[in-house]
């Protein structure tokens, strides 16, 4: 396979799942303002969530304060946010029309459709939009792509990086949101264990679309380490950081085998060594080590594998 | 003027549009809308987003898709047949000719001039002759009729010529919408295109290529107006569609960039014209081309389709000598006619035309798409006059051609079906043998009387039907 079709098949993967990660923002910033306010208006909240999509700085220079038309506007359509739902399924068609060849006509289809059916949108007046149908919208149509690539795709290396892409970022995208709970949302340490400390774990459930499931598989109670450890160590959730890079592994192991030794292994060895660091974790091993420093190193470890897939693959060995 | 209708002969209906005729009268109006809703959907979805060559304009635009197909007669077809591919053999050789010893032009029958100082002609491949002395692997031929035996050739296309994803897709879609007419008509199929594609590129392996060769389509880029097109053949003859920055230059061979490192590249049909293919040999400021590709090229380590500098065969200058060379390569009288030509910078054609200016088609001679050209009877006086400062200013630029009466076929329009004017390119594949599928791409000039088919022009494309025996 060309370099440069699995450059585009694994970009297609992290922007579909990164413009899906936008939709759920949106849902959870809708939800906030729903709520009695709290102590610092929904200003905290929004700019939490800005700032686990790592946009914050371009929001605050271009919009100033938030208000819910200016989000909707900057997380949804807006193109100078590269993270706006638009820019992400921009960037996946784009992507997907460069490599044509390594896709079926279904994935096409379900991309090219949802792409139609966002320039509709765009030219929809925004009063005749409400939140719901933007979120539904996009976590409809994603989801649709996604089954057409489980459905139809062979098999092979270029699904392999697909997989990959969509792993990474997951993981990514899991680990910062936590960190921003952490960081933005409860300042201070008397917080802990309140009221509202509880209340911000549900937000961070809601935008992982993890607020059933935890439920289930908890029994309720909302504390600090099990959402932690439902979000980090729970091989059941999918959207954990342990099932995401496991799931990474997977296919890179899947990639290694298919090449034998044409190709260097070094992303694989690299994620094997970063989910084994994870496994040898429990909990409460987490919360000593501090969560923050925790989630720090693991952000890191992505970004090391992202940057050995590079190296390993995408650069064509010349 | 009057045309030739290739349904109606007076009121009666010529015997292979005599089904079609049945359908179309019988088809009931909110049918019929509801179809061509459906085709445009369809074309919308498959992403198809196409000019023909050099047409350039909005790369998202749906070329407007006619139901009513063209329908060919076997006998028809085969006359066709014969003369296109006579051509594309004497194009062919008049290529490995003028790269070698230019015997036409040392016996006299095209002047030097024409060949060696064209801006087609490159001096980098004289004397190199490629895989099986071909350069140009797919001519597309357009054509026009004008009588139910008379042909005319229009240009020839030896370069890239596009278009043939819209032969395969507007089959594909009229298959897939009115199957019950393909029942009922034997119809020859065109699908065989990409594998016969594929078959001739791998039959023009370079020298040095010794297993089964490894074919690429080297395309601009997404950006280019005919990407889809590029994709389309890449996929379905199983290739790689690579740019130029996928491809590099190591020693004798070029390789491409994948996944497991570099592998070799035998075939290289590109759809990038000539001064971007290599800039340490050609223009140094291209962005889309390979550095020492030309030379690896000239040792036989890769072939180019088609093969660089082809393009002097279908200028338009050129053009008006390809009957001379049907005589002089093969000692054939040549099947399809030539449009009669005069050329601005003989003195003797430039009175005839500034004369009869009116009535005349005058042609930018290296301009294409419809753009740049005078069609003299459907012009204003005042744009007459417009176009003979142009021709003064620059005579050797332009050539004029007696205004042609295109047929017409039945079209789909507003009030129902109506004759409109159409053209014909068919796409002939030189390689290890010529190969022509019974097809090609008719375009349908849309506005009532328009003479011009280009897409950017207000055209359209119809299916083209050959009917077996």
Redesign the interface.
Known sequence: ??????SNLFWMGRHLERADTAARLLDVGQRITLLPNTEAGYQNEWNALLRASGTAEVFASKYGEATQEKIEEFIFFDRDNPSSVVSCIEKAR?AG??V??ALT?QV??AL??AF?ELRRIERTPRAKLDTATLTDFTTGHISTVRGAINATQLRN?GWH?MHTGYGLERADATARLLDVKYFVLLPRIEFVGSGLDTYQWQVILRALSAHRAFHWAYGGDISAARVADFLILNGESPRSLITSLYETVWHLEG?ARR?GD??PTSARDQARHSLEALQSRDIDMIFDEGLHEFLSWFIGEIGTISNRVHQD?????? | MTFYNEMLEGDRVRDPYARLSEWVETMPQDFRQMKQAEAEDLFRRIGITFAVYGEGGDPDRLIPFDMMPRVFEQAEWRKLERGIKQRARALNAFLRDVYGRGEIIRAGRIPARLVYRNEAYEKAVVGFVPPRGVYSHIIGVDLVRTAKDEFYVLEDNCRTPSGVSYMLENREIMMRMFPQLFRQNRIEPVDQYPQLLRHTLESVAPQKCDSRPTCVILTPGHYNSAYYEHSFLANLMGVELVEGADLFVDGEFVYMRTTQGPKRVDVIYRRIDDPFLDPLCFRPDSMLGIPGLMDVYRSGGVSICSAPGAGVADDKAIYTFVPEMVRFYLGEEPILNNVQTWTLWKDDDYRYVMDNLPDLVVKEVHGSGGYGMLVGPKSTREEVEIFRKKIEANPSNYIAQPTLSLSTCPTFVEEGVAPRHVDLRPYCLCGDRIELVPGGLTRVALREGSLVVNSSQGGGVKDTWVLSE
Do not use: H, P
């Open positions: 396979m060309l370099s440069r079709t699995a784009e029309r460069i044509r060849t006509s096409w289809d090219n459709v139609q290396d990086f990639i090449y044409s190709a693959y995408l650069l064509g060995g010349a």
